[in-house]
C-alpha cells in the first residue's frame, strides 16, 4: 500500500466518512481549497488506480466507495511516521501530546486503564 499525497488523503477521509459518494458529492464535502471538478474526478481515479476505492457504474456515472479501510491505511502510516518523528517511541509520542496540553489526565488514566487491561 502507498502512502497517500495530502489531497488524496483529504478525498479518502470524505469517502471513509460517506461510504459512497459521487464525484460531485465528494465536492461537496470540500470546504477549504476546492479543485476544479476535472481535477477531482482525475484525483478519484488515480485513487481507483492505485486500489483504495472502487465504483458502481451508472450509465456513464460512477459511485465511488473505499477498498482499504481507514485503520488499515492509519495503522501502516502512522507506524512509519512515528519511527520517523518519535525515533519509535510510543512514549515519545504520548509525552508529546502531554507537553503540547493535547491529552487529559483523564485521557492517559483511560490508556492506562487500557493497557494494565490487555484491552
Known amino acids: 500500500m502507498e502512502k497517500l499525497t495530502n489531497k488524496e488523503e483529504e478525498i479518502m477521509k470524505i469517502l471513509w466518512r460517506l461510504k459512497k459518494a459521487f464525484v ?16 477531482l474526478s482525475t484525483i478519484v481515479r488515480n485513487l481507483e488506480e492505485k486500489k483504495f476505492v472502487g465504483f458502481t457504474a451508472y450509465g456513464k456515472t460512477h459511485q465511488y466507495h473505499p477498498i482499504i479501510a481507514k485503520e488499515a491505511y492509519y495503522k501502516t502510516y502512522v507506524n512509519e511516521d512515528m519511527v520517523s518523528y518519535f525515533d519509535n517511541s ?3 509520542i504520548v509525552s ?24
Open 24 to 39: 460531485k458529492e465528494i465536492m461537496q464535502e470540500i470546504t477549504e481549497n476546492k479543485p476544479h471538478y476535472n481535477t
Open 90 to 92: 510510543y512514549k515519545n
Open 96 to 119: 508529546f501530546f502531554a507537553k503540547e496540553e493535547k491529552i487529559s489526565v483523564d485521557e492517559l488514566k483511560e490508556i492506562i486503564n487500557l493497557i494494565e487491561n490487555g484491552k
